[in-house]
């Protein structure tokens, strides 16, 4: 297998290359079915960040931010057969450099909270969401905690 040094971080977004990112979605359970709402996604973002072994892609994050006062990450994913190589990490490193004094904001999946709390991101005590209705009720909202 490939030695990190040998993985190529590249910036931007190419419409060419999201049947990759979406195989790679769909390897993990960041499940993604709408490729024309991926590309119109990321085509929005104003920094996207990708890790590329010679031609393949093997992880991709973005980043919606206004460069002065705050960003948000979104959509970090890393290939299941490149994972725990430091490649997530990488992606996350790629993204803040582009907006290192903002304050930075992501929703985690289940079970990568950790990972996320060693880049130095710390659990927020007010933040909340306010999702469409047509994304049902996920499992991401508590739904029955009040303001006190």
């Known amino acids: 297998m490939a030695e990190i040094e040998q993985f190529e971080v590249r910036y931007g977004y190419d ?3 999201i049947a990759k990112a979406i195989e790679i979605y769909n390897k993990t359970e960041m499940k993604r079915s709408d490729s024309e709402k991926v590309d119109r996604a990321f085509s929005n973002s104003q920094v996207v960040a990708s890790v590329w072994f010679q031609e393949r892609l093997i992880a991709v994050g973005r980043m919606i931010t206004d460069f002065e006062m705050y960003s948000s990450i979104y959509d970090v994913v890393v290939d299941t057969d490149f994972q725990k190589k430091g490649l997530g990490q990488k992606i996350m490193q790629a993204l803040i450099e582009k907006a290192p004094k903002t304050c930075i904001y992501l929703t985690s999946t289940f079970g990568n909270e950790a ?26 909202l508590d739904w029955d905690r009040l303001p006190e």
């Open 115 to 140: 990972f996320y709390h060693k880049q130095g991101f710390r659990f927020h005590k007010s933040a909340m969401a306010l999702y469409p209705e047509s994304f049902g009720r996920t499992p991401y």
């Open 15 to 17: 419409a060419s290359w």
